[in-house]
């Protein structure tokens, strides 16, 4: 028989041995790689804004990740920002810039001119287009959207005034027909002229007959064939004043979009999820250690002093064994908005005392009985001398081997509540990732990746901490050890 | 007066079918720079009266009173607290029996031996570091032991270390508790002459609990022979070894194998008795073979220079000589 693992550091450099102790190391490494890298990702302040729509407004909504192109023979559509000193949102890197031109007319009247070129060589059509505007004007100029094709094609897409003096900011959604703007009828007519089939006004999808080999099918999406190659815009203000001033930004919104995709909202589900880790971890194990703990050490006390104070613990512990947990956490859930560190404190309260505490009273129960625990009290140390420096570092490396196993089971539970919706309210958690998409009918849609990805995070997180309680169950278990 | 003077011990333990007398009215005197050897069989109270002394009671005591005086101090009245500051620290300390456990299997040899010490007082790292060398160097172990852990020695080795570490706090008297049980012949000879030494060099006194007499004649300069709780025999282990006078010591010493001669190692028909009910009178009666009527009373320890508990001693000492003859 092998010689029994004595200490912390043995037994982590026996568990190292074992394969899954390897495997097991190697994915908590990397998690907790991530919990440093992730801030510096995505600082804190993208993560309180998860709620905000504003924040996400760039994004294409329920896209799938990029990645995917490399399994299709179709280049799918990417998201094409321009703009042109336009305050809203958050400047990236990659945005285009109109180039910004102004010419007098007379002393009187300027004409300001937005002008873009950009190439679009995907073979799939933007998931919408739509223009931001932000004018100041003193009298009521004319501002006309001209849209410019590979094929030479011009099409003025919009022409009017301003309806309101003064800073003017306008949202025209060239996708949508809510907008009280003609720009689907003046792409529909021009459309109709090129030789396309007329279809009703309210099917004109602008985004993809601007964007269509000209032809019949033009206006029908399944019809439709991409024209590849240099596109424009120029949004010229004519008649404006001296004083007036004009941004815009225009956004062609892909289909597919980062490493993970967006949900209904735009937002990126990779943040959601590389904030998913450090939050899944800092509960599971911080769940995990203190309750591990307060178990180890109200076990080891049992069993030391035992008589009543042992009967109390003991019957403490079967009661909340039997407890259960998580209907009693739905109902304070479903009665207040609790924070995870709420979630987490009743959470630790409810397992103060659990499996731990007996497995941890029968290994005291025996280690009190060592004749060096007599020799101790033969020359005089106190008993809480005896419980820490000679019951309880026989115990540690069971411990951590119970510490291991138990964080995948907090994950859980922490992933079982978001995922009723009874997380926390702003924290993106894995499991709230998964219950938005469940509520949002994600799977029947198609967008396999707002769950898979949450659920595979949860499953490596679990998969990690279980082979290290394997491996540490395999080094500290004589019967399980392998020769 | 004798360094430590235990008078009428008894220690019964709480079982369910009734109390165990385990330790039943035992005495004896220990003179400073002495050693005692306590001698008998296995369950005769040997460990027992041991834990009665330095008060290490198990959970289920029924009785344990009697007089214990360790320098003219009358121990057993003092509190818990007390007699662990006191007694424990200073004044007596005990190697358990198998010393092979005695040590935790977690902490290194040097932090276990200064342990006593630290217990009691604040020492520094670095102090106690030097206190762990200065022991072990006492009992002629190197330094480097101080950083092994203790699977990594011999038996005898870390014999020597629970020995040191009895000896760290500098006590009066050592209970040596079955101390080489365990070990081999060569091994027992070593401890019992650095047992030796350090007697000679601290002037220390023993109680010497076992079960092998070669070991109780090599140590002792008193021996007290305990048959089920009592003392059947005390005196010098000049008279003890060569002339013993109760049948059941007698039984005892030739019970020890000889490597030469003819005669076959005796032993003692029948079992120890019960110490839930002992028998009444001579206890040592149902296996005796000279008991006879006086033996239904219980005899007195004190025969004029001799101690032994026997009738045959006073007026049975003719019929014992007849015998034996």
Not at chain 1, 350 to 355: D, M, S, V
């Amino acid at each position: 028989m092998p010689a029994p693992v004595v200490g912390l550091r043995a037994a982590v450099r026996e568990a190292l041995r074992t394969k899954a102790g390897l495997f097991g190391f190697g994915m908590v490494g990397f998690l907790l790689a991530l919990v440093i890298v992730v801030p510096v990702l995505a600082p804190y302040d993208v993560i309180s804004s998860w709620g905000e729509s504003e924040r996400w407004s760039d994004n294409p909504y329920s896209a799938a990740p990029d990645w995917l192109d490399a399994f299709s023979a179709t280049k799918a559509a990417r998201t094409k920002i321009v703009e042109w000193n336009l305050l809203q949102g958050p400047t990236r890197d990659r945005v285009d810039r109109f180039t910004y031109s102004e010419s007098n007319t007379t002393e009187l009247f300027k004409i300001i001119q937005l002008r873009a070129r950009w190439t679009f060589a995907y073979d799939g059509f933007p998931q919408e287009i739509r223009l931001q505007t932000l004018y100041w004007s003193t009298e009521q100029p004319v501002i006309a959207i001209e849209w410019t094709r590979p094929d030479d094609e011009n099409v003025t897409i919009y022409q009017a005034s301003p309806q309101r003096l003064g800073p003017n900011v306008e949202t025209l959604s060239l996708s949508s027909m809510t907008q009280p703007f003609n720009v689907l009828s003046a792409v529909r007519q021009w459309a109709v002229g090129v030789g396309a089939d007329p279809v009703p006004i309210e099917k004109v999808r602008p985004h993809i007959a601007l964007f269509a080999e000209k032809g019949p099918g033009m206006m029908d999406p399944s019809r439709a064939k991409v024209l590849k190659g240099y596109y424009s815009m120029t949004i010229t203000v004519f008649n404006a004043e001296p004083s007036d001033k004009m941004q815009a930004r225009f956004t062609s919104f892909g289909t597919v979009f980062g490493i993970a995709g967006t949900d209904h909202l735009r937002r990126d589900l990779f943040i959601g999820l590389l904030w998913g880790a450090p939050v899944a971890l800092a509960f599971g194990v911080a769940a995990a250690v203190i309750t591990v703990m307060a178990q180890v050490i109200l076990g080891a006390l049992g069993a030391f002093y035992g008589g009543r104070t042992d009967e109390i613990i003991q019957r403490g512990t079967d009661f909340l064994i039997i407890l259960p947990v998580l209907p009693i956490l739905i109902l304070i859930g479903q009665l207040y908005q609790i924070s995870i560190v709420w979630t987490l404190l009743i959470v630790v309260m409810f397992n103060i005392l659990g499996g731990t505490t007996k497995v941890i009273r029968t290994i005291a129960l025996q280690v009190k009985e060592e004749s060096y625990v007599e020799t101790a009290r033969s020359y005089g140390a106190s008993r809480l001398r005896i419980l820490f420096r000679y019951i309880m570092p026989r115990t540690m490396p069971y411990t951590f081997a119970l510490l291991a196993l138990s964080v995948p089971g907090f994950i859980f539970l922490e992933a079982s509540l978001s995922f009723i919706g009874l997380g926390d309210p702003v924290l993106p958690t894995w499991g709230a990732l998964m219950g938005d998409a469940s509520r949002n009918g994600a799977l029947y849609n198609g967008l396999w990746w707002w769950i898979a990805f949450p659920a595979l995070g949860i499953v490596f997180t679990t998969i990690a901490f279980a082979l290290l309680g394997y491996a540490f169950d395999k080094v500290l278990n004589p019967r399980l050890r392998e020769e | 007066m004798a360094m430590l003077e235990v008078k009428d011990l008894h220690l019964y333990y709480r079982t369910s079918r009734g109390p165990v007398k385990a330790v039943d009215g035992v005495s004896f005197n220990l003179e400073a720079g002495e050693t005692l050897a306590l001698v008998g069989e296995s369950g005769c109270g040997k460990t027992s009266t041991a834990s009665a002394v330095i008060r290490m009671l198990p959970r289920n005591v029924h009785r344990y009173d009697g007089s214990v005086t360790f320098d003219g101090n009358n121990i057993m009245s003092y509190s818990n607290e007390k007699f662990r500051q006191d007694v424990r620290w200073k004044g007596v300390s005990i190697v358990f029996q198998g010393a092979m456990n005695s040590l935790s299997p977690v902490l290194r040899v040097g932090y276990q031996v200064t342990e006593p010490l630290t217990v009691h007082s604040n020492m520094s790292r670095e102090e106690a570091r030097d206190f762990a060398r200065e022991a072990l160097k006492r009992v002629r172990l190197p330094d480097y032991i101080a950083d092994r852990y203790p699977h990594e020695l011999s038996g005898g080795m870390k014999q020597r270390v629970v020995i040191a570490m009895a000896l760290v706090v500098n006590p009066k008297i050592v209970i040596l508790d079955e101390p080489t049980s365990a070990l081999d012949v060569m091994t027992q000879a070593n401890i019992i002459n650095l047992l030796k030494r350090l007697r000679r060099d601290a002037g220390l006194s023993y109680i010497f609990i076992t079960h092998d007499l070669a070991l109780a004649s090599e140590l002792a300069d008193h021996v007290a022979i305990m048959y089920a709780g009592k003392i059947v025999e005390i005196g010098p282990s000049e008279d003890i070894f060569r002339d013993s006078k109760h049948p059941y010591a007698q039984r005892l010493l030739s019970g020890v194998p000889l490597l030469r001669g003819t005669q076959a190692p005796q032993s003692i028909p029948g079992a120890p008795p019960d110490l839930i009910h002992p028998p009444p009178g001579c206890r040592f009666r149902p296996r005796c073979p000279f008991a006879w009527e006086k033996c239904e009373k219980e005899p007195p320890l004190e025969w004029g220079s001799r101690k032994a508990a026997c009738w045959l001693l006073g007026e049975g000492e003719a019929r014992l000589g007849g015998i034996a003859a």
